[in-house]
């Protein structure tokens, strides 16, 4: 898909373009996706319950052809397991800003920079 995709003047993206596109999904989208996956499954294996709600709500919702993308908003309880996994298990605790211009924030003056 990003090899084929051309911009408003039909030009494929550049070599750098592709390159920094890859590296934003692999550091970005993999590692923050698998890890959160990870922690899901350990907390999910790890309740025999909360498995089991999972597995009983599901027919319930999406009826018992196969599970498609527009199911998915209407799956309750594994959407809150996935939040609450999610607030127990943070992928990134924190991130930076770094300011372009002074800016006062609760009553806090900070610098440029
Ligand atoms: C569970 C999965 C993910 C988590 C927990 C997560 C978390 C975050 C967080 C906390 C930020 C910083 C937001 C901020 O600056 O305030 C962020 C930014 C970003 N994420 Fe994710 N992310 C996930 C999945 C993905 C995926 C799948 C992609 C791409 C394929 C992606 C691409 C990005 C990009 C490009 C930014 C920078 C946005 C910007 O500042 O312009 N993330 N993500």
Redesign the pocket.
């Known amino acids: 898909m990003l090899l084929q995709v051309v911009d408003e003047n039909g030009q494929p993206m550049t070599q750098q373009e592709l390159r920094d596109e890859l590296i ?2 692999l550091v ?3 590692e ?2 698998a890890t ?1 996956l990870a922690w899901v499954f350990y907390y999910v294996l790890k309740d025999p319950r909360v498995l089991e709600r999972i597995r009983e709500g599901a027919p319930a919702r999406v009826g018992e052809g196969p599970l498609a993308a527009a199911h998915v908003s209407e799956l309750r309880y594994l959407d809150a397991v996935v939040k609450e996994t ?1 607030r127990l298990r ?3 605790v924190f ?1 930076a800003r770094e300011l372009q211009q002074p800016v006062e924030l609760g009553g806090y003056g900070c610098r440029r920079g």
Do not use: F, Q, R, W
Request: overall charge neutral; proline content about 8%.
């Open positions: 934003t999904l970005a989208g993999h923050t996706s959160s999610a943070p992928i990134l991130v």
